[in-house]
């Protein structure tokens, strides 16, 4: 699938199809990774093992706004009582640094005791990612460990970022990237 995406002779609708496939499956990935318990469970032929997650209703998918909100639709696809948050944090691309900037953010109530599904394709610099789990962790007093982040894509120059600043934060990711480039773009 990715070889699809990332092929220049890739048209727009064989991307998109790919990339909705990539992100449902990126999505049950993510999803899967919340806590669960073994279960037993009658079936027509018995009791069996299961295993029982924790309820959607507990799940807050927070997009960070405009590429995050395809990743959170596949989410809400596999996942429809998934409560929404929304979190629109943009680069200053002029910035050498490409600092993000905050400018709005709007989670259910109760999220402090709720777990986090934070969705964004990207993963460059991990500045974008950061703010977003800061506003989370400092605004919303969300447990950095019931914090999982989502996205298709990392550079290992963001994931160290996070490794540092948030190492309690789950990241489930697709594919990693060999670098950014010079202007810190995947």
């Keep these: 699938m990715f070889t699809q995406m990332r092929d220049v002779h890739t048209d727009s609708r064989t991307f998109a199809h790919?990339?909705?496939?990539?992100?449902?499956?990126?999505?049950?990935?993510?999803?899967?990774?919340?806590?669960s318990e073994i279960v037993d469970i009658?079936?027509?032929c018995g009791?069996?093992?299961?295993?029982?997650?924790?309820?959607p209703e507990n799940?807050?998918?927070?997009?960070?706004?405009?590429?995050?909100?395809?990743l959170?639709?596949?989410?809400?696809?596999?996942?429809?009582?998934?409560?929404?948050?929304?979190?629109?944090?943009?680069?200053d691309e002029s910035h050498p640094d490409k600092i993000p900037k905050l400018f709005y953010s709007k989670?259910?109530?109760?999220?402090?005791?709720?777990y986090v599904l934070l969705c964004d394709p990207m993963?460059?610099?991990?500045?974008?990612?950061?703010?977003?789990?800061k506003t989370l962790v400092d605004t919303y007093q969300v447990d950095p460990t019931k914090i999982i982040f989502a996205n298709m894509i990392c550079a290992p120059e963001g994931l160290q970022v996070m490794a540092d600043l948030y190492p309690q934060?789950?990241?489930?990711?697709?594919?990693?990237?060999?670098?950014?480039?010079?202007?810190?773009?995947?």
């Design 107 to 114: 989670m259910p109530p109760g999220v402090e005791n709720m």
């Design 72 to 91: 959170l639709e596949a989410v809400r696809e596999v996942e429809p009582a998934v409560r929404v948050g929304k979190i629109l944090i943009q680069r």
């Design 169 to 186: 934060v789950k990241i489930v990711t697709v594919a990693i990237d060999e670098c950014l480039n010079e202007d810190k773009y995947i």
């Design 42 to 44: 009658q079936t027509p």
């Design 18 to 35: 790919y990339a909705k496939r990539s992100m449902r499956i990126l999505a049950e990935d993510s999803l899967a990774e919340f806590p």
């Design 47 to 55: 009791i069996c093992k299961g295993v029982k997650g924790i309820a």
């Design 123 to 133: 993963l460059a610099t991990g500045g974008s990612a950061v703010m977003a789990i």
């Design 59 to 70: 799940i807050v998918a927070t997009s960070i706004i405009r590429s995050g909100d395809a």
